[in-house]
């Protein structure tokens, strides 16, 4: 089991507001709003923390760089894919 499975794990045993709150958490961390591919909708929208929540829900529909690499949320849960907004939370990126 690597560190994002025991994060999991350990969200699973949280009560919904615990998990909120660690989401809420998480977004204050988050760097999508610096993301080349980032846009105005995404913000009006406060769409943020894709690598957790899941892709875009309409905002974000083509690529235009990616700074997942460097996002503190990544080395945070121990994330390994990217492109977040534009193909799904790392959970949905791992069972493909």
């Known amino acids: ?8 794990s350990k969200w ?5 507001t615990e998990v909120a709150s660690t989401i809420e ?16 909708c995404a913000t009006t929208r406060h769409e943020l923390l ?3 929540i899941g892709k875009s829900k309409s905002c974000i529909t083509s690529d235009e760089g990616c700074s997942c690499a460097t996002c ?3 080395a945070a849960l121990d994330l ?7 193909r799904g939370s790392e959970t949905e990126m791992r069972m493909k």
Do not use: R, W
């Open 1 to 8: 089991m690597d560190k994002f499975d025991e994060i999991l």
């Open 12 to 16: 699973a045993a949280m009560t919904s």
């Open 25 to 40: 958490g998480l977004k204050k961390k988050c760097d999508c709003a610096i993301c080349p591919t980032y846009n105005e």
């Open 50 to 52: 894709f690598c957790a």
């Open 72 to 74: 503190p949320v990544t």
């Open 80 to 86: 390994s894919h990217y492109y977040y907004c534009l």
